[in-house]
Nanobody, 118 residues
Protein backbone atom coordinates (compact mmCIF):
# COMPACT_ATOMS: atom_id res chain seq x y z
CA UNK A 1 0.00 0.00 0.00
CA UNK A 2 1.39 3.36 -1.04
CA UNK A 3 1.90 5.88 1.74
CA UNK A 4 2.74 9.54 1.32
CA UNK A 5 4.06 11.76 4.11
CA UNK A 6 4.41 15.49 3.56
CA UNK A 7 6.65 17.83 5.52
CA UNK A 8 7.96 21.38 5.33
CA UNK A 9 4.85 23.42 5.85
CA UNK A 10 5.20 26.50 8.02
CA UNK A 11 4.29 30.11 8.61
CA UNK A 12 6.25 32.41 6.29
CA UNK A 13 6.14 36.10 5.46
CA UNK A 14 5.07 37.31 2.02
CA UNK A 15 7.98 37.12 -0.39
CA UNK A 16 9.54 34.26 1.53
CA UNK A 17 10.34 30.71 0.48
CA UNK A 18 9.54 27.20 1.62
CA UNK A 19 10.38 23.72 0.37
CA UNK A 20 7.84 20.98 0.82
CA UNK A 21 8.87 17.34 0.78
CA UNK A 22 6.84 14.20 0.24
CA UNK A 23 8.21 10.81 1.15
CA UNK A 24 6.79 7.84 -0.77
CA UNK A 25 6.73 4.25 0.44
CA UNK A 26 5.03 0.98 -0.35
CA UNK A 27 5.70 0.59 -4.06
CA UNK A 28 8.07 1.48 -6.89
CA UNK A 29 8.28 5.26 -6.72
CA UNK A 30 9.88 5.80 -10.11
CA UNK A 31 6.87 4.58 -12.08
CA UNK A 32 4.35 6.91 -10.44
CA UNK A 33 3.28 10.33 -11.63
CA UNK A 34 3.47 12.71 -8.68
CA UNK A 35 1.80 15.98 -7.89
CA UNK A 36 1.19 18.68 -5.35
CA UNK A 37 -2.32 19.98 -4.73
CA UNK A 38 -3.59 22.58 -2.32
CA UNK A 39 -6.85 23.45 -0.66
CA UNK A 40 -7.60 26.79 0.91
CA UNK A 41 -10.49 27.26 3.36
CA UNK A 42 -13.80 27.32 1.52
CA UNK A 43 -12.21 26.43 -1.80
CA UNK A 44 -11.86 23.28 -3.86
CA UNK A 45 -8.64 21.33 -3.98
CA UNK A 46 -6.56 22.42 -6.95
CA UNK A 47 -3.49 21.14 -8.77
CA UNK A 48 -0.39 23.20 -8.04
CA UNK A 49 2.26 21.23 -9.92
CA UNK A 50 2.80 17.79 -11.37
CA UNK A 51 5.74 15.71 -12.50
CA UNK A 52 5.46 12.53 -14.53
CA UNK A 53 7.52 9.39 -14.07
CA UNK A 54 9.66 10.64 -16.95
CA UNK A 55 10.18 14.06 -15.38
CA UNK A 56 7.77 16.15 -17.43
CA UNK A 57 6.36 18.98 -15.32
CA UNK A 58 3.28 21.16 -15.38
CA UNK A 59 2.15 24.05 -13.21
CA UNK A 60 -0.93 26.03 -12.34
CA UNK A 61 -0.79 29.45 -13.95
CA UNK A 62 -0.89 31.07 -10.53
CA UNK A 63 2.46 29.54 -9.51
CA UNK A 64 4.41 29.49 -12.77
CA UNK A 65 7.79 31.13 -12.34
CA UNK A 66 7.58 30.92 -8.54
CA UNK A 67 7.23 27.21 -7.73
CA UNK A 68 9.35 24.29 -8.90
CA UNK A 69 8.47 20.62 -8.58
CA UNK A 70 11.20 17.99 -8.63
CA UNK A 71 11.69 14.35 -7.75
CA UNK A 72 14.51 12.18 -6.46
CA UNK A 73 13.81 8.59 -7.43
CA UNK A 74 16.70 7.25 -5.35
CA UNK A 75 15.28 8.86 -2.21
CA UNK A 76 11.65 8.23 -3.18
CA UNK A 77 10.80 11.86 -2.62
CA UNK A 78 9.08 14.65 -4.47
CA UNK A 79 9.67 18.28 -3.63
CA UNK A 80 7.95 21.61 -4.13
CA UNK A 81 10.20 24.64 -3.95
CA UNK A 82 8.04 27.69 -3.36
CA UNK A 83 9.52 31.16 -3.81
CA UNK A 84 8.01 34.65 -3.72
CA UNK A 85 5.16 33.37 -1.61
CA UNK A 86 1.94 35.35 -1.48
CA UNK A 87 -0.89 35.36 1.07
CA UNK A 88 -3.09 33.67 -1.52
CA UNK A 89 -0.73 30.68 -1.45
CA UNK A 90 -2.00 29.93 2.05
CA UNK A 91 -3.51 26.45 2.04
CA UNK A 92 -3.06 22.86 3.06
CA UNK A 93 -0.74 21.26 0.53
CA UNK A 94 -1.23 17.62 -0.38
CA UNK A 95 1.06 15.18 -2.10
CA UNK A 96 -0.51 12.95 -4.74
CA UNK A 97 0.65 9.79 -6.48
CA UNK A 98 -1.00 8.21 -9.51
CA UNK A 99 -0.16 4.89 -11.14
CA UNK A 100 -0.04 5.98 -14.77
CA UNK A 101 -2.40 3.53 -16.42
CA UNK A 102 -6.10 3.78 -17.28
CA UNK A 103 -8.02 3.89 -13.98
CA UNK A 104 -4.75 3.59 -12.11
CA UNK A 105 -4.80 3.83 -8.34
CA UNK A 106 -4.42 7.25 -6.78
CA UNK A 107 -3.03 8.06 -3.35
CA UNK A 108 -2.98 11.12 -1.10
CA UNK A 109 -0.94 12.30 1.82
CA UNK A 110 -2.48 13.89 4.90
CA UNK A 111 -1.34 17.39 3.99
CA UNK A 112 0.93 20.07 5.38
CA UNK A 113 -0.16 23.60 6.27
CA UNK A 114 1.43 26.57 4.52
CA UNK A 115 0.51 29.99 5.86
CA UNK A 116 1.79 33.16 4.22
CA UNK A 117 1.23 36.14 6.45
CA UNK A 118 3.02 39.11 7.91
Amino acid sequence: QVQLVESGGNLVQPGGSLRLSCEFSGSIFSIYDMGWYRQAPGKQRELVAGITSRGRTNYADSVKGRFTISRDNAKKKVYLQMNSLKPEDTAVYYCNAVYPVLNGNEYWGQGTQVTVSS
